[in-house]
């Protein structure tokens, strides 16, 4: 039997216990897709609202009118949510259990800590002149910090922009520009896998920035306690603001359709775009995902090991957990640090119950061999999930045997930054698993493939993946460019929205996400666009032209392959892919990294001067046999030197 089609049926013994079983699932999912205002109407009661909504969805998917609204006419909090109706039943159980870097560092917060950190804060930010509907940026280590930063944005209305800690002051620069932010909150030092992280520098690099004209305050956590510039017309401490700030602070009442955060993420073209997600259908969304998902019962310990910079950590770290009233745990440091069992360590230590990490996270665990995980036991574990990029049978059934000690369900969830939540994914009590395919749709999902020219294939299939009906916690548009939303989402196929992954659909309908169709890469389960890097590779002295293109790497998923020509009179030379590499790190930041770059004389193009990118892909992945027609190039002889010159591995 091929690893494909091994499956794992839903173990009896959980089904019982579980929140959704197999008759459940299909009964639900049936009710959703015919009745979605009924369904939708039945499941915004999960939040509480301060003025009930009596409309529940309101959605066009016409391109020449894309308008997303649901339960509109509510108002609710979403702090409120996540931490005062908590207060009564559960104020001193943990609401966030944070573990160090350094293992000997943990904190556990309850509900009640929770709720008073984030008011004090809420004040202090109100003090500092923060508004409803400002945009603010947090650029953050994984600190409780950041979740008080984070809710207490929510509380008073202002809107967050979360900005990943591994981003350089460019990217940071760009994201505030963008979201005309006044203020950002950072700490003065991160600290990942012992060692620090210049945070509060990279924030005055930025600021330096001659377009960054808006910021009028940073706020600064005393983290590490490291050397930091300070400016005293603009910096603040974290800590001596909020000391004295009062613990009440009443939450703003928001309209369900009003901001609640914004989210960089890239695209195939151009600068990364702001998605703009909302405060009522995106709660309820992450909420019940988080719920039905992760089966997430009362008492579970729950660990995603995402950072709070990309939409994982916001949906399934922060507003999902807390607005179901779980104990979350949020990890500041990385699997190998102090040694490669550490997952195991602080699973054992905190009695994880649910585990939710990256195919690359446990790719790079397999390649230490069997015994990484050491005399650790994880017997509390009881379910594993998996984000961000296709796993593969091998990693999957690795995880399953070396993490979950073949005990364990894990639920290979797809989705993305554009939808807030979860779509397609098993529930741990209800689905049959196959190790590799993200299974069914959530409920309210509809899922479809269809060819080239947008036709709706049917039956087992491959085909570019769209949904064809709007969920609760899809983002609105992109933050100040709606049109630039309508594009990218709904012109490709009129009507749907375009995922920009493609699938196979098998014989029991089973998904099987197999990645992006655009020229977007995905790196360690970071989503990069090609042709970011390519223009920070242009913008050096150096470079004449440059194509990126992702090729298959054994831990990563895939790589970062560059191909470069360079401008006349420049020479070859290590030392020059040396500070290229650097360059790129210092315009976008380590995560875009190149792992190989191909000095070239020239790229494959069309007469019309267009780079063949699928004849740079297949080179790039060792695939030089069926490069496919090569005639209509411009110099079809290109091709033969970069084969002849390509990157050995
Ligand atoms: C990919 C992360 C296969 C996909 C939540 C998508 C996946 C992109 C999976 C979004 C999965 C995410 N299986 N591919 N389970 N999950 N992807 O915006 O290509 O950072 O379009 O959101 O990651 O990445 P993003």
């Not at 997303?68 to 559960?90: M, P, Q, V, Y």
């Not at 650097?582 to 001067?609: N, Y």
Request: proline residues 5%; contains cysteine.
């Amino acid at each position: 039997m091929s690893e494909q089609q091994k499956v794992y049926p839903v173990q009896a013994e959980f089904s019982a216990k579980a929140l959704i079983n197999k008759e459940q699932y299909q009964a639900m999912y049936d009710q959703s897709v015919q009745d979605p205002e009924g369904f939708w109407s039945e499941q915004g009661k999960r939040i509480d609202w301060i003025k009930p909504y009596s409309k529940v969805k309101n959605v066009s998917f016409d391109n020449h009118n894309v308008d997303i609204k649901w339960f509109e006419n509510g108002t609710l909090n979403a702090s409120a949510n996540c931490l005062d109706r908590h207060l009564e039943t559960r104020g001193d159980q943990v609401a966030i259990i944070w573990e160090g870097d350094n293992p000997e560092q943990d904190e556990k917060i309850t509900y009640r800590d929770l709720y008073t950190r984030v008011c004090k804060f809420s004040n202090a930010l109100k003090e500092q002149g923060v508004r409803k509907g400002d945009v603010v940026t947090i650029y953050m280590p994984m600190i409780p910090e950041a979740a008080v930063a984070i809710l207490a944005c929510a509380r008073i209305g202002a809107v967050h922009s979360v900005v990943f800690g591994g981003f350089s002051p460019d990217a940071i620069a760009g994201r505030i520009v963008n979201s005309d932010s006044r203020i950002v909150i950072t700490a003065d030092q991160g600290r990942r896998g012992g060692k620090a992280v210049p945070l509060k520098e990279n924030v005055d690099e930025a600021l330096t920035h001659p377009d960054v004209k808006t910021v009028e305050r940073v706020i600064v956590v005393k983290c590490t306690g490291g050397d930091i510039a300070w400016h005293d017309h603009r910096d603040v401490w974290f800590h001596e603001i909020t000391e004295p700030a009062s613990d009440v602070c009443a939450p703003e009442e928001m309209k369900a359709e009003d901001p609640l955060f914004i989210l960089y993420t890239s695209g195939s073209t151009g600068a990364p775009k702001g998605l703009k997600h909302t405060t009522g259908g995106y709660m309820v969304y992450a909420s019940m995902t988080h719920q039905y998902v992760f089966d997430y019962q009362e008492g579970d310990i729950y660990w995603c090991t995402a950072d709070v910079g990309w939409i994982t950590g916001h949906s399934y770290i922060i507003y999902g957990p807390l607005a179901n009233g779980a104990t979350t745990l949020m990890f500041e440091g990385v699997p190998s640090y102090p040694t490669h069992s550490r997952f195991g360590d602080v699973v054992d230590k905190h009695q994880v119950n649910i585990l939710y990490t990256a195919p690359t996270a446990v790719r790079a665990l397999m390649a230490q061999g069997n015994d990484v995980m050491g005399n650790t036991k994880r017997d509390s574990l009881r379910l594993l999930g998996s984000v961000g990029e296709p796993i593969n049978p091998e990693a999957w059934e690795w995880y399953h045997k070396n993490i979950g000690n073949g005990q364990c369900p894990i639920v290979d969830t797809w989705w993305q930054t554009e939808t807030g939540g979860i779509l397609i994914t098993p529930l741990p009590g209800a689905t049959d698993l196959k190790p590799g395919s993200a299974t069914l749709p959530f409920f309210g999902v509809q899922p479809a493939l269809v060819d080239a020219e947008g036709k709706e294939l049917e039956g087992a299939t491959e085909g570019n993946l769209i949904l064809k009906d709007s969920w609760p916690g899809q983002a609105r548009s992109i933050w100040g460019d709606h049109e630039r939303f309508v594009q990218t989402y709904f012109s490709t196929y009129l009507g749907s929205y375009f995922t920009g992954d493609g699938a196979r659909r098998d014989e029991d309908g089973y998904y099987w996400i197999t990645g992006r169709v655009d020229d977007v890469i995905n790196v360690s389960g970071h989503r990069m666009g090609t042709a970011e890097i390519e223009s920070a590779m242009v913008a050096h002295k150096d470079v004449a032209e440059a194509a990126v293109v992702g090729y298959p790497h054994d831990i990563k998923g895939q790589g970062i392959y560059i191909y470069l020509t360079l401008n006349e009179g420049v020479e070859a030379s290590d030392d020059l892919r040396k500070e290229l590499v650097k360059w790129v790190r210092k315009e976008i930041g380590p995560i875009a990294t190149p792992d190989l770059i191909q000095f070239s004389s020239g790229l494959p193009k069309t007469r019309s001067g267009k780079i063949m990118r699928r004849i740079l892909r297949k080179i790039a992945a060792n695939e030089c046999d069926g490069l496919g027609d090569t005639s209509t190039l411009a110099d079809p002889s290109v091709v033969d030197s970069l084969i002849d010159e390509r990157l050995n591995r």
